[in-house]
């Protein structure tokens, strides 16, 4: 799991490692690229393994509904501590 933290600065990571948040779980990480152009805008969900190590099925599930399409924006905004809709 600590090579986890490293392989941001890999040549072959797909996203700028200033442009990557780690999570650890259930997804390694989250990254966004061109995020100044609303037609290029993408984000990356990117999931570190290695040697024999496969998918768990929670994140077979995360693949697949990202493959799907199913992925939501939520905004939550907080005013005081109230939460608003």
């Known amino acids: 799991q600590s ?10 990571f797909p996203v700028p490692v200033d442009n990557v948040v780690f ?3 259930p997804i390694d ?4 690229t061109d995020t100044d152009n609303p037609e290029k ?3 990356h969900l990117i999931e570190v393994k290695s040697g024999s ?3 768990l099925e929670r994140q077979k599930n995360i ?4 493959e799907e399409g199913r ?3 939520h905004e939550v905004r907080v005013k005081s ?5």
């Open 3 to 12: 090579i986890e933290k490293f392989v941001p600065f890999l040549d072959q």
């Open 23 to 25: 999570l650890g779980m």
């Open 29 to 32: 990480y989250v990254g966004f």
């Open 41 to 43: 805008c993408t984000v």
């Open 53 to 55: 190590a496969f998918l």
């Open 63 to 66: 693949k697949k509904a990202v």
């Open 71 to 73: 992925v939501k924006w």
């Open 81 to 85: 501590n109230k939460v608003l809709e």
